[in-house]
């Protein structure tokens, strides 16, 4: 039996990594081809795939004898911006097409890569607990405040619908914001900023931001994608879950100040120039988050604890 990765980014490759080393197979999909360097790695198979196609993605099960999923395809907001009707069908079709071939072939279980994006427009009627999984959000007047989110909503209510509805056995994780190496930088708002300041400080110029998507008011949680490998895993072979939702994330927040900060202990002479205000949380939504995410049933259902704090991300991600 084999695993299904869909989406050859930073997160489904490290997730591949870390089951193909736990001895499974592995098949990584994604819409384009996949280059696995000099060495192909063992025990993982690369196909070309688009989630929009259910049959192909059927074909693909059936073929290599799947029996989990694990689902990051996505567009992000970058993207979105630049093709709002492609991340809808992707983000919220491609995610139906697992489900459904997952229910007809009535696979062990799909995990799920969702956000804590989807709780964003929340933030201003929540107090200053952690911010738990089932938060209370209305419906109308806090709407997803971007087309990423909408999706991310849409498709943890399919999943959950897909569980209750059919018996599918299927986990939802929602990262906090993704730090991550490689070609997840030039898609990610948090990569976008961390390779922005990084660039500078190794060649000791002046950062520039310009981008006010970058910035951020108040604090935001990071996650490093090495541990949204693990958390994959982990919610592929948790024995008992019950909420079925969880927040993967470190319990920690940063401001701004403080993430340039973190990129300033390895280039003390980083200056950073700010050309738009500093106003708004993080990535243009409109509200400041008012605590850290919930990180206790993570750990009590699907045994995951973050690794890697803010520091330790950017001072690996650096080399």
């Known amino acids: 039996m ?11 490759m490290e997730t591949a990594k870390r089951l193909a080393e736990s001895g499974r197979d592995v098949v990584v999909a994604d819409v384009r081809p996949v280059d696995p360097g000099e060495k192909k790695p063992e025990r993982i198979s690369f196909a070309l795939c688009d989630v929009l196609d259910r ?19 996505a567009l992000l907001s970058t993207a979105i911006r630049v093709d709002p009707p492609r991340g809808v069908l992707v983000n919220t079709v491609g995610t139906a097409n697992v489900l459904e071939v997952a229910r007809l072939r009535r696979l062990r279980r799909v995990v799920v890569a969702s956000s804590t994006t989807v709780g964003y427009t ?8 952690p ?8 419906i109308v007047s806090q709407r997803p405040a971007s087309i990423y989110a909408a999706t991310k909503i849409a498709a943890e209510h399919l999943s959950l619908v897909y569980h209750d509805l059919y018996g599918v056995d299927v986990l939802v994780l929602r990262y906090g914001a993704v730090l991550s190496a490689g070609a997840g ?36 949680e990071f996650v490093d994608m090495r ?18 939702v969880y927040n993967v994330a470190t319990g920690d927040w940063h401001s701004f100040d403080q993430f340039c900060d973190a990129v300033r202990a390895l280039y003390p002479d980083l200056h950073v120039r700010l050309n738009v205000p500093l106003k ?21 259902e699907l045994g995951f604890r973050a690794k890697y704090s803010l520091h330790d991300t950017i001072r690996d991600f650096a080399q």
């Open 55 to 73: 049959e192909a993605l059927d074909r693909l099960v059936v073929a290599h004898e799947v029996d989990g999923i694990v689902h990051t395809a």
């Open 185 to 220: 930088l030039a898609t990610s708002v948090p990569g976008r900023l961390l390779a922005t300041l990084l660039a500078a400080g190794k060649a000791g110029r002046e950062a520039v931001i310009d981008d006010p998507f970058l910035i951020w008011d108040g604090k935001e």
């Open 122 to 129: 929340a933030f201003d009627t929540h107090d200053a607990r």
């Open 131 to 138: 911010f738990e999984e089932d938060f209370a959000l209305r």
């Open 2 to 12: 084999a695993v299904l990765v869909t989406g050859a980014g930073a997160i489904g």
């Open 280 to 300: 708004g949380g993080f990535a243009g939504f409109p509200h400041l988050r008012p605590a850290p995410s919930e990180i206790r049933l993570a750990a009590d």
């Open 227 to 244: 541990d949204c490998a693990t958390a994959n895993v982990a919610a592929l072979d948790a024995p008992r879950p019950a909420l079925r």
